[in-house]
Each structure stands twice: as C-alpha cells, then as structure tokens.
C-alpha cells in the first residue's frame, strides 16, 4: 500500500476517500440495477462491468491530471470554453432529447452519449479562477472585469438551464461563492444575482420544461394531496420522492443488508438520481452518515488546499471545483431525503453514469495537483533550510 501512495502524489486523504466511494459506488449499482437489467433483457453483470470499466477510466484520469502542473489549466480553461458554449449550443438544437430535455450527444463511431453540461461545469469553473487570479488588481472595474465575469456566468447558466435546470442552478451558486471569495464588491454580486434571477424565471417561464419545473415544485410543496397507492410514477407528482422515503424509513439504523433492497425494483432510477435512498435502505442510517461524512471530509481537504495555496489561481480552482462536488452531493441527498424538489442530479462518483464520474475524477486530479504543488514547494522549502541550519550549528561548536 505504501508503495502505492508513494507514486501518488497531492492529499492522501483525498485519493482514500476517492477509494472508498468508488468502491461503495460498484456495490450500490450493482445492488440497483436489477430492473434495468430485466427490462433490457441484460444481466446485471454487464452493467457491474461497465460501471467498473467507467471508474477505472476515471481513476486513470484523475491521476493524469493530477500529474500535470495546475498552472497549465488556466490556458486550457480558455480553450474549453470555446469549445462549450458551441457545444451547449449544439446540444440545445441537435442533441438527444429524453423527457422533453436535450442533454446529451451522441458521439459518433463509438455510439456513445456524452452530457455536455459536466463539461461545461469544469469550463466555467476553471475559467473563472484564471479570471479572478488575474484580474484581482483590477477587480473592481465594470469593463475589464466585471462585464466578461459576468457575461460567461450568464450565457452559460441559460444555456445549460434551457434543458438541466438544477446542474445550472448548483453552477451558478458556486460562481457566486467565487465571486464572494475573489473580493468582487456585494454591488456587482447582487446585479449578477438579480440578472440570474430573471434569467431562471424566463427559464422557467418560458422554456420548453416548464411544465416540468412546476409539478415538481408542486409536488414538493403540496405532499399532503398526493395518495401513497400504487399510482404510475409517470401520474404520480411524488412517485419518486414517496418510494425514496419509504427506502429511508424501512432502513433503519443498520439497514437490511448489502443487495436487500425493495424499494430498487420499484424507483425508476435506484441506480443514479435516488441511489442514496437505496445506500440507507440496505447500509442504514450509519451507511448515509458514513457517506455525507466522506463528503465533508472531502470538502475539508479542499478548503485546507485553499488555505495552503501560495497561487490565487489555486486557491480559486481547488474552492471552486471543491465546492462544486459538494454541493452536488449535499443536492442529491437532500431530494433523496424529502428536503428538495426532484432534480435528477446524481451523487458523484456513486451514481451509475459516464461523462458524471469521469469529469468529477477530472476535477478531483486538478485539485490533487494543486496540493501536489503544495507539497513540491514544501520540499524545496524545506531543502534550502537545512543547509543553513548546519552552518549555524557548526558555527555554535566552534
């Protein structure tokens, strides 16, 4: 094991944590995936060795990212985002639409879908922390800084939230946390808060989800009015968030056990949006603070990268992505539990999905080669003391 962490540079903790939940993550999809395998007439195997496949690739990623200097990411964020906003572009008028939602795009030859919107999130992000390490002296001013700021949140947020409303929404509250933490003025916060605002409401207003938006908000809000028979979940407003409860609710403290349970054969996704629902279900209440634990815990070694950071780019990107997972995760597990809308946002580097754990293993690399840079100037730091400390001691014996 050593010889492994050796190898492997950045937080320790941080890879740990990423083992666990990629480990917890073949148990949790292979135990829920049962009736899409009998539906597409598969075997679950099939699915356990996707899924393996996919976190594979994705550990595989994480630590080529990690191996390449942080610095190098504020050139390429330019690139990615001129390579997402045509792309978000392109998925809104041609991409695959799934409940009345574009989202994905088929790539060709391999006959694979890819969600544009995990793309789009690591392109803002780190566009954002090479703006505001940049622009710190001039942070104030409307033209040089605020105006593109701004206008690469926005375009952005209303080219994803066209089709994923909620992904749109975490990405724009984890812009504004970049913007509190990049000293732009409460001013500026509020205009690009109030300018988000009408865009969501024209959204929701307008957009080709909008019916959508409003039963689930419905549901939410009117629980009390929704029967608890067995209702198909394409009539029923709380079909999902009912049957994600009552896996809650017959967990208990220590759950039923590894692949006991019900409720998988009865969500319409146990295996993606309401997999913490069936993690409790089968590991308990334990299970579910074990994993919010590890989340916390993950946030915290990021936070700790950002107070160690000597670069304001690092600093940003290590906040910036790092706030982005948790949040994500924190908006899973509320819906799962029954304080938040449905939103179809999966818990990352749990749920069943490709272009979800890839892009987060992406993330996670950037943040380990921003401690990894950290660490290397630590060892240089300390390389250049030592000589000085033998002077001063051969110095005192003489």
Request: hydrophobic letters at 50%.
């Amino acid at each position: 094991m050593e010889q492994v962490f050796s190898k492997l540079k950045g937080d320790k903790w941080i890879w740990i944590i990423v083992i666990i939940l990629s480990g917890w993550s073949l148990l949790a999809v292979y135990s829920s995936v049962g009736t899409l395998a009998y539906k597409e007439g598969k075997g679950t195997e099939l699915y356990l060795v996707k899924h393996f496949s996919i976190i594979v690739a994705g550990l595989v990623l994480m630590y080529l990212s990690h191996k390449l200097d942080y610095k190098w990411y504020a050139g390429i964020s330019k690139l990615l985002m001129i390579i997402t906003i045509p792309l978000l572009l392109y998925t809104l008028l041609f991409g695959s639409s799934v409940n009345e939602a574009s989202r994905w795009v088929t790539i060709p030859v391999i006959n694979q879908t890819f969600q544009t919107s995990d793309l789009a999130k690591l392109a803002l992000i780190t566009f954002l922390a090479r703006m505001l390490s940049r622009k710190q002296e001039e942070i104030k001013d409307v033209k040089k800084s605020f105006i593109p700021i701004m206008g690469a949140v926005c375009l952005v947020f209303v080219l994803i939230a066209w089709a994923n409303l909620s992904t749109a929404l975490m990405l724009f509250g984890v812009s504004i946390l970049l913007l509190i933490i990049g000293r732009v003025s409460i001013k500026q916060i509020a205009i690009v808060s109030a300018g988000g605002l009408v865009l969501l409401m024209m959204v929701m207003l307008l957009g080709p989800r909008r019916a959508t938006y409003i039963s689930r908000i419905e549901g939410f809000f009117k629980t009390e009015e929704v029967t608890t028979s067995n209702v198909p979940f394409q009539e029923d407003k709380n079909y999902q968030a009912n049957n994600a409860k009552i896996a809650i609710a017959t967990g208990g403290l220590f759950g039923k056990g590894p692949g006991n349970s019900v409720q998988r054969n009865v969500l319409p996704h146990p295996y993606s949006d309401f997999i913490f629902a069936i993690i409790i279900e089968e590991y308990g209440t334990v299970g579910g603070v074990v994993l919010l634990f590890l989340y916390l815990a993950l946030m915290y070694r990021c936070i700790r990268i950002v107070t160690m950071s000597p670069r304001a780019f690092g600093a940003f990107l290590a906040a910036g992505l790092g706030f982005s997972l948790t949040i994500q995760a924190l908006a899973n597990m509320a819906v799962a539990v029954g304080l938040g809308p449905v939103t179809g946002v999966p818990l990352p580097l749990v749920s069943m999905g490709g272009t979800s754990i890839l892009f987060t293993s992406v993330a996670l690399g950037i943040i380990l080669s921003v401690s990894r840079s950290i660490e290397e100037l630590k060892g240089k730091q300390q390389l250049e003391e030592e000589p000085k400390v033998k002077k001063v001691v051969i110095g005192t014996v003489a």
